[in-house]
């Protein structure tokens, strides 16, 4: 069966699965919305929410402009929806959080639509396991800044780039525009991944959708030119180097270490995992099509662009600018 076949097929159902393995994601579900959420009344905000916070002022106009572009070295996404956000439901710690929370719990769910759809049940299963309980989507999905944010409208791309490659529909390309546009206003690492995804998406889509493909990813661009103005004046400001170090020979290690938790158990079920899944693959080999490489755009290049740009230019690489791109490794 053609690659194209599998994946129409595979994107039938909501969910892809069995009743047993949609079962098992919504068990992961609520354990990753229990692990984010427990105690929620009690957590406190961190020194980055707070900075936000502080940037934002009663119109939105002032905040644009003294919030962000003064201040910040984000897009102005996120600090918008705080602004809209607080102004409606108040500025506590619980209800603040909550949203960013919902979004990564939310992010699993898309991701494995994507990957069920892409690869199998059994591997967006893993993946999900993965997305609930480590620490890294943990930490960040409870943080109201642009991480969960962004890892939301990444993991809703790829869902719904998926559907487009897989039966052409409208409906699903306005929704792969609308959350490439979400991606560009959140984190400029999320802008990067989102032009990866369109860029590759591109070369995915049958030919008689490309030229409505093309038009709908121009609008997203003409829709992002309000900020190119704000991006070229953060560009101007250098990176982080007053607080951050550009990173060593040791750091991308060091990531590693810290995804696994530094448990050697961890690390040896992750690599048993990676073992299984290219001897799986070797032994049965299945019409996949371009996934592979779709994978390693999005999941490599950020790392690779980041590094080099941090090396070369100005640091900016820390563990949650890889966020968007790591579930794809």
Same mark, same amino acid.
């Given at each position: 069966?053609?690659?194209?076949?599998?994946?129409?097929?595979?994107?039938?159902?909501?969910?892809?699965?069995?009743?047993?393995?949609?079962?098992?994601?919504?068990?992961?579900?609520?354990?990753?919305?229990?692990?984010?959420?427990?105690?929620?009344?009690?957590?406190?905000?961190?020194?980055?929410?707070?900075?936000?916070?502080?940037?934002?002022?009663?119109?939105?106009?002032?905040?644009?402009?003294?919030?962000?572009?003064?201040?910040?070295?984000?897009?102005?996404?996120?600090?918008?929806?705080?602004?809209?956000?607080?102004?409606?439901?108040?500025?506590?710690?619980?209800?603040?959080?909550?949203?960013?929370?919902?979004?990564?719990?939310?992010?699993?769910?898309?991701?494995?639509?994507?990957?069920?759809?892409?690869?199998?049940?059994?591997?967006?299963?893993?993946?999900?396991?993965?997305?609930?309980?480590?620490?890294?989507?943990?930490?960040?999905?409870?943080?109201?800044?642009?991480?969960?944010?962004?890892?939301?409208?990444?993991?809703?791309?790829?869902?719904?780039?998926?559907?487009?490659?897989?039966?052409?529909?409208?409906?699903?390309?306005?929704?792969?525009?609308?959350?490439?546009?979400?991606?560009?206003?959140?984190?400029?690492?999320?802008?990067?991944?989102?032009?990866?995804?369109?860029?590759?998406?591109?070369?995915?889509?049958?030919?008689?959708?490309?030229?409505?493909?093309?038009?709908?990813?121009?609008?997203? =661009? #003409? $829709?992002?030119?309000?900020? @190119?103005?704000? !991006?070229?004046?953060? /560009? *101007?400001?250098?990176?982080?180097?007053?607080?951050?170090?550009?990173?060593?020979?040791?750091?991308?290690?060091?990531?590693?270490?810290?995804?696994?938790?530094?448990?050697?158990?961890?690390?040896?079920?992750?690599?048993?995992?990676?073992?299984?899944?290219?001897?799986?693959?070797?032994?049965?080999?299945?019409?996949?099509?371009?996934?592979? =490489? #779709? $994978?390693?755009?999005?999941? @490599?290049?950020? !790392?690779?662009?980041? /590094? *080099?740009?941090?090396?070369?230019?100005?640091?900016?690489?820390?563990?949650?600018?890889?966020?968007?791109?790591?579930?794809?490794?």
């Amino acid at each position: 069966m053609h690659w194209r076949e599998r994946l129409r097929a595979a994107t039938t159902n909501a969910l892809p699965g069995s009743a047993a393995e949609r079962g098992i994601l919504v068990a992961l579900l609520i354990v990753a919305a229990a692990m984010r959420m427990w105690d929620l009344p009690q957590l406190p905000y961190m020194h980055d929410e707070i900075s936000a916070l502080l940037r934002l002022h009663p119109t939105l106009r002032e905040t644009i402009q003294r919030g962000v572009i003064e201040l910040d070295t984000h897009p102005p996404g996120v600090q918008l929806f705080e602004w809209a956000w607080t102004r409606v439901f108040g500025m506590s710690e619980p209800l603040v959080k909550l949203p960013f929370m919902c979004m990564s719990v939310a992010s699993i769910l898309l991701f494995y639509r994507f990957a069920g759809a892409w690869i199998g049940a059994t591997t967006a299963l893993i993946a999900a396991a993965f997305m609930a309980t480590l620490q890294y989507f943990v930490l960040y999905g409870q943080i109201a800044r642009p991480y969960a944010f962004g890892l939301f409208t990444t993991a809703l791309l790829a869902d719904q780039l998926t559907r487009t490659i897989a039966h052409g529909r409208t409906a699903n390309l306005a929704g792969s525009a609308f959350a490439a546009l979400l991606c560009m206003y959140a984190h400029h690492f999320a802008l990067m991944q989102a032009v990866l995804m369109g860029a590759t998406g591109l070369l995915c889509v049958e030919p008689t959708l490309r030229k409505r493909y093309m038009i709908a990813m121009g609008l997203v =661009l #003409l $829709l992002y030119l309000p900020n @190119v103005p704000i !991006l070229l004046h953060q /560009f *101007a400001q250098g990176g982080l180097g007053g607080w951050l170090q550009p990173p060593d020979r040791h750091w991308i290690g060091d990531y590693g270490r810290w995804i696994v938790h530094f448990s050697p158990v961890l690390a040896l079920v992750t690599m048993a995992l990676v073992a299984w899944s290219l001897h799986d693959r070797i032994r049965i080999p299945r019409a996949r099509g371009p996934i592979m =490489l #779709l $994978l390693l755009a999005w999941g @490599v290049v950020p !790392l690779i662009a980041g /590094f *080099a740009y941090s090396v070369w230019r100005a640091p900016v690489l820390q563990y949650s600018t890889l966020l968007f791109s790591f579930p794809y490794v």
